[in-house]
C-alpha cells in the first residue's frame, strides 16, 4: 500500500516532501526515497526500512530543488532493498508508483531487446523506461507518459518527473487513489488529501483514467484518450481528521472504489507476482499434516470463512468446518490434535470469534487469525495473523474488508494446495496469476456504477427481495442479502439456488425480486432452470452475470447486469463488488444513514 507525493514549489521541496510522507508511512514502511531536479540534473535519496533512515541520509547528503517528487514503499515485486525503492530512474525520466502493473513481464521482456537495462526487481521500472523510450523517439514529456500510459495494464497511481523540465509532473490514477493540491503558485500530488493537509486543504480527486500534467501555474486532467476533462476543486478536511471520505458522498462508497488498491496490496503480500507463487510465509501449522482446518467467524467474515470452504476443499482437499462463531463457542465441538483453527474478524475484537479462538487454544489447536487491526486482541492471542491490509474502514457494513478477507483466504488456499501435492506447479502458475487479475477485473467493475444505481432506484420500492446463487455464489447471496438489510432496511434473504423448491419459491409473485448470481461457470445451466421457476411465478429476475451468461439465457429479466469474463477461482471477489454496489444504492434511495445503520456497530466486542 505505498504512498506517493509530488511538489512544484519555490522553496527547497525535499523537506516537504518527507513531511507529507510522515503522513502515508501508514501505507508502507519497507523503504523510502526522494527525487529531485537538483542543478538541472535528476538526483535523489533512498533508503530501506522506516522513514527515518531516509531523514538520516537527506541530513547527511541533503537534495536541493524546488521540484521533487517522494515514495514510500510497501513491497510487492522485489525484496525491501535500496535497489528496489523508489523513484526509479531511466534516461532523464524519474518515477514513483503505486500499485501493480500486471502486464510488466511481457513489457520487460520487450524493453530488454530494445537495449534497456534493469538495476531493480520491481514492475514500477517498466514504466521508466517506457517513458524513455518514447523521449528517445522525439516525444515532448508529456506525450511521451501517454504513450507510455496506454500500455499498461492493471492497477496504479503515477508520478512521473523529468530532466531539463522544472515545472513538470506527470500524475495518472488507474484504481489508487490521488489526489491534486493546490498552493500560491505551488502544486501538489499525493495518494491521499492527508498527505497534503500540512500544505493546501483545497483539492481536486482525479478519477480512474485520468493522467494530468501538475505546474505552478495550475494543472489539466485528460482521460485515457487524451481528452480534456474537468474535475471538481473542493475543501478537504484533511488537517482535522486522519480520515475523510474524499469526493464521495460516504465511507462506504469510498471502500467500496478502494477495493482494487487493498486487494492488490493484500494479494502482494501473500504471492510472490515474480515467480507466481504463494510465499513461504510462517505458518503456526504444517498444511500439509494437518487432517482439518476449523474456521470460525461472525457475520460477513463468517461468509468470507464461507466462500474459503469450496476453495481449500476443492484445490487443497483439506476439509472444512466453518462455523458461526456465536454458535461454535457453545456446541462443544470435539477438535483433532492434528487439527488446525483459523479465525476471520476485521477489528480482531468480536466476542465470539474471541472466544471461540480461546476455546481452541484450551484445546491445544495452533491458531492463525485474519485481522484487518494487528493490534488487536485475537492478533495477540494468535500464533500467527495474517493481516487483510484494507486500511481503516469506517462505514459499518463490512465491503473492503470482505474482499481482502477473501483475497488472503484465496492466498492460503493455494498455499495449502501447494503443501499437500494437490496442485501442479503450473497449475499454481496459473491461480497466482489469475488471482492478480483480480484488481483490474474489480476496476472494470466499478465502472457500471450508473447501472447498478438503476437497478437500485427500483429495488429500493421492495418489501422483500431473495438472492440466489450456487457453489461459492451462495455465500455470495447471503452476503448481499446481509448487505441490504443492514443498510437499507429492506428484508432480504440468500439461498442456494438449488433450495429454491424446496420451501422459498412460495414466496415468489409479481412484486418479489429475486438477485441470481451466475458467472457462466459449469453449473451455471442448472442456475438457469432455478431461473425458469421464478420467470413461471412471475418473479423480477435481476441477473449478475458475465457476456456469456446474458448470451445463453432467453429469460425476460428486470436487468441483466454483465461483469467482465472472470476465471471461477476468483469470481467470488469479482461479484461481490455489485452486490455492495445494490446495498449501497438502494440505501441511498431509502435515504437511511449509510455509514451508520440503526442498531449496529462496526466492533461486536459484547456476545
Known sequence: MCGIVGVVGHSQVAPLIVEALKRLEYRGYDSA???TIEHGQLARRRAEGKLVNLERRLRDEPLEGTIGIGHTRWATHGVPNEANAHPHFS????????????NFAELKKELIADGFEFTSQTDTEVVAHLVARELQKGAKPQEAAFAALKRLQGAFALAIMFRGDEDLIVGARNGPPLAVGHGDGEMYLGSDAIALAPFTNSITYLEDGDWTTVRRSGIEIFDMNGNRVERKKQQSIGTAFLVDKGNHRHFMEKEIHEQPEVISHTLAHYLDFTTLQAKDIKLPFDFAEIDRLTVSACGTAYLAGLVSKYWFERLARLPV???????FRYREVPLSPKSAAMFVSQ???TADTLASLRYCREAGLPIASIVNVRESTMARESDAIFPTLAGPEIGVASTKAFTCQLSVLASLAVRAARARGTITAEREQALVRELSETPRLASQVLKLSDQIEKVARELSHAKDV?????DTNFPLALEGALKLKEISYIHAEGYAAGELKHGPIALIDENMPVIVIAPHDRIFEKTVSNMQEVAARGGKIILITDQKGAAATSLKTLETIVLPEVPE?????????PIQMLAYFTAVFMGTDVDQPRNLAKSVTVE
Open 33 to 35: 526515497g526522494v527525487a
Open 91 to 102: 534516461n532523464g525520466v524519474a518515477i514513483v508508483h503505486n500499485g501493480i502493473i500486471e
Open 321 to 327: 468446518d466453518i462455523d458461526v462463531a456465536s454458535e
Open 347 to 349: 477489528s480482531g475484537e
Open 466 to 470: 431473495l438472492y440466489l446463487g450456487r
Open 569 to 577: 477461482f476468483i469470481a467470488p471477489i469479482i461479484y461481490a463488488l
